[in-house]
């Protein structure tokens, strides 16, 4: 096969960011996707409808000229969130989702949860009227070795949250752990996962072995190899439950070669050569699209994208090595190996 036409896709989880960033960052995206849930991790954070409202219009005049891209909008939950603020936001179709970051998990996380019983209220709302969690699992706990944050989350927060509150939908974002693989499948209706393109590539090695490589390091962190390839497994069996989200996170280049280097790969400009490229490895080409652009509509229930992309495999395929911005460089991910595939203009 050396063409393949997929529906538009969509990120389910995105960093846009904003000012200069966001307006350098934003067309490496609405190239190939039609819609991208926007993380709320702003400093300050996105957290009422009226920042949600704010920011959203802020990414509609940074959108490129003629380009049809929808933000789907999310606000950041902290312990201070208004059920009725949040649910006037969902009611006239606002935000699309709301996003838990543990306090202290990941970068502009401190305003996130740190007493889970101070959410409880609007979590049951977001049960009643079906609005999903998009969460980062991992607990914050420095006893908890950083390999092991995702799994241990699973068990102390995540699956007691859902069993607390029956009809909860929730997003576990960026899944790294075959773990979260398997609590996804078993988990019925209300729980999906995105998968990012890095960690469908990289493995911790990537990161540390024979150098350390910052423009590897993202959280969640990178696992060891069985759990990549439990991940590839996931994404390429066509299970409903998996999608994609890119976590593309632009950090400059400055912000992330020091000595306490930030987190965040930043993988918009080549995230679909790299699927392409990985799907067809596992001889799964035909399910590429269910991943990109049909699983995830269907669980967030919206329609799926009406045009199309078409990718087409030829010659190696470059992309630059990284996109100049304001601030300084963004290091676009390395995928480490030649790709073939380009979407077509
Ligand atoms: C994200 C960022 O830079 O905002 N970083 C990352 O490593 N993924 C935050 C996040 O999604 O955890
Ligand atoms: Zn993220």
């Known amino acids: 096969m050396d063409r393949l036409t997929l529906r538009r896709p969509d990120d389910w989880h995105l960093h846009l960011r904003d ?26 954070p996105v957290v009422t409808g009226r920042d949600a409202a704010e920011y959203r219009d802020r990414i509609l005049s940074a959108k490129p000229k003629g380009s049809k891209f929808r933000p789907l909008m999310t606000l950041y939950l902290t312990e201070e969130t208004e059920v009725r603020d949040l649910r006037a936001a969902a009611d006239i179709g606002l935000i699309t989702a709301v996003k838990l970051y543990p306090a202290g998990a990941t970068t502009n996380s401190a305003s996130g949860v740190r007493d889970f019983t101070k959410v409880r209220r609007v979590l049951e709302n977001m049960a009643q009227i079906g609005l999903p969690l998009c969460v980062h699992g991992e607990v914050t706990d420095p006893e908890i070795d950083i390999f092991d944050r995702e799994a241990a989350f699973i068990e102390r927060v995540l699956d007691p949250i859902r069993r607390d509150i029956p009809g909860l939908r929730v997003i576990m974002e960026h899944v790294t752990t075959s773990d979260a693989v398997d609590y996804v499948r078993s988990g019925g209706d209300d729980i999906a996962a995105t998968i990012t393109t890095h960690h469908l590539v990289i493995n911790r090695n990537h990161i540390l072995a024979g150098g350390i490589r910052p423009h590897y390091y993202c959280l969640p962190v990178a696992k060891r190899e069985s759990h990549r390839r439990a991940l590839v497994q996931a994404a390429t069996s066509g299970d409903a439950s998996f999608f994609l989200g890119t976590d593309s996170a632009p950090h400059t280049d400055a912000a992330k070669l020091q000595a306490c280097g930030c987190a965040g790969c930043f993988t918009a ?29 269907a669980f967030y229930r919206l329609p799926v994208n009406d045009g199309t992309i078409t990718l087409e495999r030829g ?31």
């Open 315 to 345: 010659d190696s395929v470059t992309y630059p090595a990284a996109i100049d911005t304001e601030d300084g460089p963004v290091t676009v991910f390395d995928p480490g190996m030649p790709l073939h595939w380009r979407v077509r203009d």
């Open 19 to 44: 000012g200069a960033m966001m307006r350098a960052v934003l067309p490496e995206t609405t190239r190939h996707f039609a819609r991208a849930i926007v993380m709320p991790n702003l400093v300050p």
């Open 269 to 297: 400009t080549n995230t679909l050569s790299i699927l392409a490229e990985v799907f067809e490895a596992a001889g799964a080409l035909d399910r590429l699209e269910a991943f990109t652009s049909l699983n995830g509509p």
